[in-house]
């Protein structure tokens, strides 16, 4: 196929048809790239696409070849003026076109864009095999997209032994659990444990990002966008019981498609409640919570930041392995 045979062109975002057919584009290149993965939702998708993070709106640019979608480059655009990094949703190229630069011309019309609108930085992450370099590590290598912080995913296997919890909770802490978000009169807290993770990932990172800030309105919208998106969302939080306050918690999402396949977000800890085992009990009973509804649940894979030594510690003890690297790569726009 003749590289000019490839036409590009923005994506309207209020086209669901179109926008279906730019999932089934990234549900071949996943086919190939994750054989064994669990298949993309398509209603999470959508969601991103139509219902952008709080904060955030969304441009995408599509390649076609002969009306057939070929490539996709979607960006998170933050609308307020305080950052000014913009970050890829999702970039896939079909694997029948890779390697003739519909990947390159997508992210040129992309990039000059966002330049155009005063962005000065993108971020992607890109994932490959747990022992080298994928397509998008090498392709950002080839278009100058540093690397910023680097990622272990780890899965863990549910067996048919449940987790058990409570009983190991230190004492003077208590768990609490939701479903779906995080109660009003507990968005405060959860706001300022949120934003210290954001803080601590930055400081690990080798370039000056600026940590996301979150507020109890930031929180509610969240997780209303999670629940736009289709995710079924599970939250455990610990409970200082002498001071009332909440000091950790940890939050997994399961896609709308998916019954066996979770993802595990956050978890933290505060600073001076460390080092007494909260860690691995908030994700012990945030997993144990989950499959009081999600009997099916067999996988949860996780992101594991390259320098957090304590997770890696903590997930390795659950029987969490590791089965695919990753990346935060940033271009200069
Ligand atoms: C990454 C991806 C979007 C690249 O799309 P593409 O159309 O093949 O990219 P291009 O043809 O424009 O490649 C530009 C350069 O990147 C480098 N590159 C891209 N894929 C590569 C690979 N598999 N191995 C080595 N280098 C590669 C090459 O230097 C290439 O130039 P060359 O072909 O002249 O040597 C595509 O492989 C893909 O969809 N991967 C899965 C999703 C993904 O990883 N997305 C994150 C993107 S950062």
């Known amino acids: 196929m003749a590289q000019d ?7 309207r975002l209020d086209e669901e048809h179109t926008l279906g057919e730019f999932h089934r584009l990234q ?5 190939v790239d994750f054989p064994n993965g669990p298949s993309s939702c398509r209603r999470a998708f959508l969601g991103q696409m139509i219902h952008p993070r709080p904060g955030n709106s969304v441009l995408a640019w599509g390649a076609w070849v002969g009306g057939r979608p070929v490539g996709l480059c979607a960006i998170g655009v933050p609308k307020a003026d305080q950052r000014r990094t913009a970050d890829v949703l ?4 079909h694997p029948d076109v890779r390697r003739r630069g519909v990947g390159g011309r997508l992210l040129a019309t992309a990039t000059r864009h966002l330049a155009g609108l005063g962005l000065q930085k993108m971020t992607v992450f890109t994932s490959g095999p747990a022992d080298g370099a994928g397509p998008g590590d090498a392709f950002a290598d080839a278009t100058g997209a540093a690397c910023i912080l680097r990622y272990q995913r780890m899965s863990l296997l549910i ?10 909770i230190s004492v003077g802490y208590e768990l609490l659990h939701w479903r779906g978000g995080v109660p009003s009169n507990h968005r405060v807290a959860f706001a300022e444990m949120s934003s210290r993770l954001a803080a601590e990932e930055a400081a690990r990172s080798s370039a000056s990002q600026t940590p996301e800030d979150f507020d109890e309105d930031k929180v509610q919208e969240l997780y209303a966008a999670l ?3 289709g995710y079924r969302t599970y939250l455990t939080a610990v409970r200082h019981r002498d001071t009332g306050l ?24 505060l600073p001076s409640h460390r080092g007494r085992g909260l860690g691995a009990v908030l994700k012990r009973a945030n997993l144990s919570w989950t499959i009081d509804h999600e009997p099916e649940l067999t996988t949860v894979a996780t992101w594991n930041a390259a320098g957090n030594a304590a997770m890696l510690h903590v997930n ?3 029987g969490f392995r590791v089965d695919q690297s990753g990346a935060l790569r940033e271009w200069i726009l």
Do not use: N
């Not at 067996?159 to 190991?168: I, K, L, N, Y």
């Not at 939050?251 to 595990?264: K, Y």
């Open 5 to 11: 045979s490839v036409s590009i062109g923005p994506l």
């Open 27 to 31: 549900q071949q290149a996943q086919s």
């Open 90 to 93: 999702h970039f896939a190229v």
């Open 159 to 168: 067996g048919p032994t449940r987790p058990t919890v409570d009983s190991d």
């Open 227 to 229: 629940d736009a998106w």
């Open 246 to 269: 909440l000091v950790g918690y940890s939050a997994l999402g399961m896609a709308d498609a998916h019954q066996q396949h979770a993802s595990q977000w956050d978890t933290i800890v």
């Open 316 to 318: 390795e003890s659950f």
